[in-house]
T-cell receptor, first 115, second 113 residues
Framework: NAGVTQTPKFQVLKTGQSMTLQCAQD?????MSWYRQDPGMGLRLIHY???????DQGEVPNGYNVSRSTTEDFPLRLLSAAPSQTSVYFC??????????????FGPGTRLTVT | TQLLEQSPQFLSIQEGENLTVYCNSS?????LQWYRQEPGEGPVLLVT?????EVKKLKRLTFQFGDARKDSSLHITAAQPGDTGLYLC?????????????FGQGTILTVHP
């Protein structure tokens, strides 16, 4: 199993450009999430999905869109990039086990710079 | 304001010393997890605690969940350079989706040989 894969690993955008960060998992996990990581702020949840066709907003959703057409894929779209979106983006997947405990599996991250 | 407050933010110690990292909140969590992250990689789960007062041990690491399920601690005994990394606590609030985790700011630990 490849686990959670993310592409690209690095990306530089100009302000106003749009792009899609790709995320895929091969573990048949129901839940998938997107986080951004900024220095001193830990990981903040952008959007998450509890299954194909179902998405919801997290803590910092503005400027981002998601869709979940398949169990495997959960792309994150930046509609019009801004310098404030410079960050490291992590995709994660998980599946409930034992009712209350579960593990989130993270991808290797995408480092995005917006100039 | 962070829902989960981690302290300290930075910790620099010598090999062999003991340390404790704290994760505090005013909210009650159904479960709390600790992750470790190395540079250039995603976080990796260390432990999940779900019961108030629960203590779990993973070799030299001891994790505790507060009785009221509002706080947690990570204690490392006889730290080694291989323990160096970013430690993150993450909790799921009661009644929220399994896909929705809240993270603390993280503690950057450096263990010097």
């Amino acid at each position: 199993n490849a686990g959670v894969t993310q592409t690209p690993k690095f990306q530089v955008l100009k302000t106003g450009q749009s792009m899609t960060l790709q995320c895929a998992q091969d573990m048949n996990h129901e839940y998938m999430s997107w986080y951004r990581q900024d220095p001193g702020m830990g990981l903040r949840l952008i959007h998450y999905s509890v299954g194909a066709g179902i998405t919801d907003q997290g803590e910092v959703p503005n400027g981002y869109n998601v869709s979940r057409s398949t169990t495997e894929d959960f792309p994150l779209r930046l509609l019009s990039a801004a310098p404030s979106q410079t960050s490291v983006y992590f995709c994660a997947s998980s599946s409930p086990a034992g009712g209350r405990s579960y593990e989130q599996y993270f991808g290797p991250g995408t480092r995005l710079t917006v100039t | 304001t962070q829902l989960l407050e981690q302290s300290p933010q930075f910790l620099s110690i010598q090999e062999g010393e003991n340390l404790t990292v704290y994760c505090n909140s005013s909210s009650v969590f159904s479960s709390l997890q600790w992750y470790r992250q190395e540079p250039g990689e995603g976080p990796v789960l260390l432990v999940t605690v779900v019961t108030g007062g629960e203590v779990k041990k993973l070799k030299r690491l001891t994790f505790q969940f507060g009785d009221a399920r509002k706080d947690s601690s990570l204690h490392i005994t006889a730290a080694q350079p291989g323990d160096t990394g970013l430690y993150l606590c993450a909790g799921r609030l009661g009644g929220t989706s399994y896909g929705k985790l809240t993270f603390g700011q993280g503690t950057i630990l450096t263990v010097h040989p």
